[in-house]
C-alpha cells in the first residue's frame, strides 16, 4: 500500500482525489478546505467537503458541486417566504446539509460527521476537515472591501479584483485529528489541482499543517492550470492579482518552500523543466471524467 494524503478545495482536488481513490494499491487521506463554509438558511454548508464526498461516491453534478439528478423545489419553495435562495441547494444536497447541521449541533464535531458522511456513501478513503475549527476565507479587494467567500464568489461572481487574503480564526485553528498523523505517515503529498491561494493557502494558513508539510520529504503539487489559464474560476486571475505572475512559475511561487515536484499539463509542457529549484513535469491533467483521473493517479504515483 502506498499512503498519499492529498490537500484540497472543491472541484479540481475531488477529480484528482476521485483518481486516487480508485487505485487498490493506494491508501488515500483527503485533507479539505474550510475556508468558504458558511451558513445558509441556519445549514452549516461546506462546499469543498461536499464536492469531494460527492465526487468520491461518483455522484457529483454536472458542473462539480452538488448532486447529479438534482432537484431544487425545496430552494424554490423558498422564495415563497422572501428569502434570498440564489445560493442554490438541490434537495437532496439539503438532506446533507440536515444532517451535518444537526450533528454539530448535538455536539459532533466537523471530523466525526465527515466520517458518517463518507460512511453513508461507502467511500473508501479517510475525509478529513482540515480543521474543526473556523477558519475563514476573506477577500480584500483592490477597492478596499473585505468580502467573504459567499460575498466575492457567490454574489458578485469572482469579478473583483483580489489585494490581499486573510484566514479568519487561523491563529487559534487547530488541524483536524487525523491531519497530522496523516501528513507524517504519508509516503507521498499531493497538492490537488485546485486554487492554490483561495483553496489551498486557507489549509495551509494552520500553522502545525504548513509545519508537517515543510517536513515532509516528498511533496508534490498538480497545477490547477491548462494552457496557462483555469478551467473554470479565478485561479489565474488571483494570482496575478497578488502579484506571483501567471502560469505554471505563478503556482510554483503560490507554494514556494513547501513543493519538490509540479505536475502541469500538456498544453503547459513548455513549462517541464526547472522553476526555482522545483521539477516541472508535463502530464495530461484534464480529469473530468474517471478513467482520465485514474491514469493520472497512476502517473504522478510513478513518478
Ligand atoms: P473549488 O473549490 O470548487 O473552486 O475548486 P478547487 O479550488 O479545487 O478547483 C478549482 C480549480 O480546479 C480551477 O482552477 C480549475 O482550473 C481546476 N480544475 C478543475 N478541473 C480540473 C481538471 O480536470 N484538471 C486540472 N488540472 N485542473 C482542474
Ligand atoms: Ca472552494
Given at each position: 500500500?502506498?499512503?498519499?494524503?492529498?490537500?484540497?478545495?472543491?472541484?479540481?482536488?475531488?477529480r484528482l482525489?476521485?483518481g486516487?481513490?480508485?487505485?487498490?494499491?493506494?491508501?488515500?487521506?483527503?485533507?479539505?478546505?474550510?475556508?468558504?463554509?458558511?451558513?445558509?438558511?441556519?445549514?452549516?454548508?461546506?462546499?469543498?467537503?461536499?464536492?469531494?464526498?460527492?465526487?468520491?461516491?461518483?455522484?457529483?453534478?454536472?458542473?462539480?458541486?452538488?448532486?447529479?439528478?438534482?432537484?431544487?423545489?425545496?430552494?424554490?419553495?423558498?422564495?415563497?417566504?422572501?428569502?434570498?435562495?440564489?445560493?442554490?441547494?438541490?434537495?437532496?444536497?439539503?438532506?446533507?446539509?440536515?444532517?451535518?447541521?444537526?450533528?454539530?449541533?448535538?455536539?459532533?464535531?466537523?471530523?466525526?460527521?465527515?466520517?458518517?458522511?463518507?460512511?453513508?456513501?461507502?467511500?473508501?478513503?479517510?475525509?478529513?476537515?482540515?480543521?474543526?475549527?473556523?477558519?475563514?476565507?476573506?477577500?480584500?479587494?483592490?477597492?478596499?472591501?473585505?468580502?467573504?467567500?459567499?460575498?466575492?464568489?457567490?454574489?458578485?461572481?469572482?469579478?473583483?479584483?483580489?489585494?490581499?487574503?486573510?484566514?479568519?480564526?487561523?491563529?487559534?485553528?487547530?488541524?483536524?485529528?487525523?491531519?497530522?498523523?496523516?501528513?507524517?505517515?504519508?509516503?507521498?503529498?499531493v497538492?490537488?489541482p485546485?486554487?492554490?491561494?483561495?483553496?489551498?493557502?486557507?489549509?495551509?494558513?494552520?500553522?502545525?499543517?504548513?509545519?508537517?508539510?515543510?517536513?515532509?520529504?516528498?511533496?508534490m503539487a498538480v497545477s490547477p492550470l491548462i494552457?496557462?489559464?483555469?478551467?473554470?474560476?479565478?485561479?489565474?486571475?488571483?494570482?496575478?492579482?497578488?502579484?506571483?505572475?501567471?502560469?505554471s512559475?505563478?503556482?510554483?511561487?503560490?507554494?514556494?518552500?513547501?513543493?519538490?515536484t509540479l505536475v502541469v499539463d500538456i498544453t503547459d509542457s513548455?513549462d517541464a523543466?526547472?522553476?526555482?529549484?522545483?521539477n516541472v513535469v508535463a502530464l495530461e491533467t484534464r480529469i473530468?471524467?474517471?478513467?482520465n483521473a485514474a491514469t493520472l493517479a497512476r502517473a504522478i504515483l510513478s513518478l
Amino acid at each position: 500500500m502506498t499512503r498519499v494524503v492529498e490537500l484540497s478545495g472543491g472541484v479540481g482536488g475531488a477529480r484528482l482525489g476521485r483518481g486516487l481513490d480508485s487505485l487498490d494499491d493506494v491508501d488515500l487521506t483527503v485533507v479539505v478546505n474550510v475556508g468558504d463554509d458558511l451558513p445558509i438558511h441556519g445549514l452549516y454548508v461546506s462546499p469543498d467537503l461536499d464536492t469531494m464526498v460527492y465526487t468520491l461516491a461518483g455522484i457529483e453534478g454536472p458542473h462539480g458541486w452538488g448532486r447529479a439528478d438534482d432537484t431544487f423545489i425545496a430552494n424554490t419553495e423558498l422564495a415563497r417566504f422572501g428569502v434570498d435562495n440564489r445560493f442554490q441547494l438541490g434537495d437532496l444536497d439539503l438532506a446533507l446539509k440536515i444532517y451535518r447541521s444537526h450533528g454539530l449541533a448535538q455536539g459532533h464535531t466537523l471530523t466525526e460527521v465527515t466520517d458518517s458522511v463518507r460512511a453513508g456513501f461507502a467511500i473508501r478513503s479517510t475525509v478529513l476537515p482540515a480543521s474543526d475549527d473556523p477558519v475563514r476565507t476573506m477577500i480584500t479587494t483592490t477597492d478596499g472591501s473585505r468580502l467573504t467567500f459567499r460575498e466575492y464568489f457567490v454574489d458578485r461572481g469572482h469579478r473583483d479584483h483580489v489585494k490581499k487574503l486573510d484566514f479568519e480564526g487561523d491563529a487559534d485553528a487547530n488541524a483536524a485529528p487525523g491531519v497530522i498523523e496523516a501528513i507524517d505517515g504519508a509516503d507521498l503529498l499531493v497538492i490537488g489541482p485546485s486554487n492554490p491561494p483561495l483553496s489551498i493557502w486557507p489549509i495551509l494558513a494552520i500553522e502545525s499543517i504548513a509545519q508537517a508539510v515543510r517536513r515532509h520529504p516528498h511533496v508534490m503539487a498538480v497545477s490547477p492550470l491548462i494552457g496557462g489559464r483555469a478551467l473554470k474560476g479565478p485561479a489565474d486571475v488571483v494570482m496575478a492579482d497578488l502579484g506571483l505572475g501567471s502560469g505554471s512559475s505563478a503556482v510554483v511561487a503560490s507554494y514556494r518552500g513547501l513543493i519538490d515536484t509540479l505536475v502541469v499539463d500538456i498544453t503547459d509542457s513548455d513549462d517541464a523543466r526547472d522553476i526555482d529549484g522545483v521539477n516541472v513535469v508535463a502530464l495530461e491533467t484534464r480529469i473530468a471524467d474517471r478513467s482520465n483521473a485514474a491514469t493520472l493517479a497512476r502517473a504522478i504515483l510513478s513518478l
